[in-house]
């Protein structure tokens, strides 16, 4: 079986410079990821939620924190070590893990109200069929949203470190692109914009919005990390209702 993004997790030495890189002070997910997500996400009061590429689940507990009415959670992780931790994260809450890759999991039908994944699909070759699937397990007008690294970004291959330039090349030329991140090395599925737009609609689902990584000061501590952060689009986000 060919390597899948969640495996990267998998290998000891990743998992945790990944879990030590999500607690520095103004991480790209917390200032630039997660306020858009939850803008877009709005109230899940009494909402079953779907999360594909849950990771260590802490946003599903945070979604679960912030409602007091009755939501549930669902979490589909592929990596081992992930699973174990969010399977922690959520022990005593409205919630469960399933270890399982995104595009082979059974999609049940018509069984949540909102679907939900950040910075996983970006892993998937085939959005088409994984997009089909969402369709069919949300409810009538349940909501799909989801935010994945930009295509500016996946564009061309990506050295570790701090960046201070980005030539985008080869932009029509989808397929996956070798990245080196955090000591090692994952595969990410460079497509367009417009492929994610088309894929959408393509699968049966009115597009609702659109939006890029704007940084919003309030989030930032440090003048000059805002300032980086207006430089280029770190992730492109899309909301569809079925």
Same mark, same amino acid.
């Given at each position: 079986m060919s390597e899948r993004g969640s495996d990267f997790y998998d290998q000891e030495a990743n998992f945790e410079k990944y879990m030590?890189? !999500? =607690?520095? =002070?103004? %991480?790209? %997910? #917390?200032?630039?990821?997660?306020?858009? *997500?939850l803008e877009l996400i709005g109230d899940v009061a009494g909402k079953s939620i779907l999360d594909l590429g849950?990771? #260590?689940? !802490?946003?599903? @507990?945070?979604?679960?924190?912030? #409602? +007091?009415r009755g939501a549930k959670y669902t979490g589909i992780e592929g990596s081992k070590n992930m699973v174990r931790t969010a399977q922690e994260t959520v022990r005593g809450m409205n919630? =469960?893990?399933? +270890? @399982?890759? *995104?595009? #082979?999991?059974?999609?049940p039908a018509n069984q949540y109200d909102l679907a939900i994944s950040r910075l996983a699909i970006h892993y998937i070759e085939d959005t088409d069929t994984l997009f089909r699937s969402i369709y069919s397990a949300l409810k009538d007008n349940g909501r799909f949203v989801f935010s994945v690294e930009h295509p500016v970004i996946t564009s061309t291959l990506q050295p570790s470190g701090t960046r201070t330039n980005w030539i985008v090349d080869q932009y029509f030329v989808e397929g996956y692109r070798e990245q080196q991140w955090l000591g090692g090395s994952v595969k990410k599925m460079h497509r367009s914009i417009e492929s994610y737009y088309m894929a959408l609609q393509k699968a049966g689902f009115h597009v609702e919005h659109l939006r890029e990584s704007t940084p919003q000061r309030q989030y930032f501590v440090n003048e000059e990390t805002y300032l980086r952060r207006q430089r280029i689009p770190l992730f492109l986000f899309l909301s569809a209702r079925k």
């Open positions: 030590e890189r !999500r =607690q520095w =002070q103004e %991480n790209a %997910n #917390d200032t630039l990821e997660k306020p858009v *997500m849950c990771g #260590d689940a !802490r946003f599903g @507990a945070e979604l679960l924190d912030s #409602d +007091h919630a =469960q893990i399933e +270890h @399982a890759f *995104m595009e #082979d999991w059974t999609y």
